[in-house]
């Protein structure tokens, strides 16, 4: 049964930081890209950061300089640190598996968790 399961959302000023983990289990996590994905009330889920599993990352424009994403696969983990937060990333924050092969793609999603920052 494959789970990722999120944590480290919260409340937060803006201007403060916090960190997402996502641990995974029931899947061969280092062959894996993964990804954190954001749903803000009324608006559309969005990609935020992915990492690939050679370690390359991506990100939307609004957060490149203030998000990172990293993994561990010694832990099946990965990681989204946020600093520099602002009122417009509160979100629920969610958490992407995915594996895709030649003629087929396995994705697996987390049940998310909110991050909200007050101004």
């Known amino acids: 049964q494959v789970q990722l399961v999120e944590s480290g959302g919260g409340l937060v000023q803006a201007g403060g930081s916090l960190r997402l983990s996502c641990a995974a289990s029931?899947?061969?996590?280092?062959?894996?890209?993964m990804g954190w994905y954001r749903q803000a009330p009324g608006k559309q889920r969005e990609s935020v950061a992915g990492?690939?599993?050679?370690?390359?990352?991506a990100y939307v424009e609004s957060v490149k300089g203030r998000f990172t994403i990293s993994r561990d696969n010694a832990k099946n983990t990965v990681y989204l640190q946020m600093n520099s937060l602002k009122p417009e990333d509160t979100a629920v924050y969610y958490c992407?598996?995915?594996?895709?092969?030649?003629?087929?793609?396995?994705?697996?999603w987390g049940q998310g968790t909110q991050v909200t920052v007050s101004s």
């Open positions: 029931g899947i061969s996590f280092s062959f894996y890209s």
């Open positions: 990492i690939a599993v050679t370690g390359s990352t």
């Open positions: 992407n598996a995915k594996l895709s092969t030649v003629g087929s793609t396995e994705a697996y």
